[in-house]
């Protein structure tokens, strides 16, 4: 009776070392070559991004109010009004940039003169119903889903 439990002990344990060593292939260090491409030709790199130029002010006063209007739902009156101020706000920003001359607290201080003018201005503009939905703070966004090597480890945890 020593012997049968013995045996099927030992038998479980090989089998499940057995499995173990199967089920860690070796992976690849090139991706497979695409279908059709010669097998000897390494897969295409990424091309680098050319860096973008950046916005002018009217760009930018263009893309805020847009995505006022479609979060306030702004009227064709309201449209214009809201630009402007942005407008504004935007040169403002660029002439306190070069008043700062590299002060962050100096810069600071005029973002705030600045951002309060502009909110105070939208303020007039809005209806109080999009001025709620306007002041509201802005919503959290949603957690990234983990890749699958990012998981913590228990024993990690633990020390």
């Given at each position: 009776m020593k012997k049968v439990i013995l045996n099927v002990a030992l038998a479980a344990v090989m089998m499940f070392t057995a499995a173990g060593v199967f089920a860690q292939e070796a992976k690849p260090a090139t991706p497979p070559p695409a279908p059709g491409a010669p097998a000897n030709q390494a897969a295409p790199q990424a091309q680098p991004q050319p860096p973008r130029k950046p916005l002018t002010a009217e760009e930018r006063a263009d893309r805020t109010t847009m995505g006022l209007t479609?979060?306030?739902?702004?009227?064709?009156?309201?449209?214009?009004?809201?630009?402007?101020?942005?407008?504004?706000?935007?040169?403002?920003?660029?002439?306190?940039?070069?008043?700062?001359?590299?002060?962050?607290?100096?810069?600071?201080?005029?973002?705030?003169?600045?951002?309060?003018?502009?909110?105070?201005?939208?303020?007039?503009?809005?209806?109080?119903?999009?001025?709620?939905?306007?002041?509201?703070?802005?919503?959290?966004?949603?957690?990234?889903p983990a890749a699958p090597g990012d998981a913590p480890k228990k024993a990690e945890e633990k020390k």
């Amino acid at each position: 009776m020593k012997k049968v439990i013995l045996n099927v002990a030992l038998a479980a344990v090989m089998m499940f070392t057995a499995a173990g060593v199967f089920a860690q292939e070796a992976k690849p260090a090139t991706p497979p070559p695409a279908p059709g491409a010669p097998a000897n030709q390494a897969a295409p790199q990424a091309q680098p991004q050319p860096p973008r130029k950046p916005l002018t002010a009217e760009e930018r006063a263009d893309r805020t109010t847009m995505g006022l209007t479609k979060r306030l739902s702004l009227t064709p009156e309201q449209t214009p009004k809201i630009k402007e101020l942005f407008l504004t706000s935007i040169k403002q920003e660029e002439a306190d940039r070069k008043t700062a001359a590299g002060d962050k607290d100096k810069f600071r201080e005029l973002s705030k003169v600045r951002d309060d003018a502009r909110k105070a201005g939208i303020k007039k503009v809005l209806t109080p119903e999009q001025w709620t939905k306007f002041d509201a703070p802005p919503a959290q966004p949603a957690p990234k889903p983990a890749a699958p090597g990012d998981a913590p480890k228990k024993a990690e945890e633990k020390k």
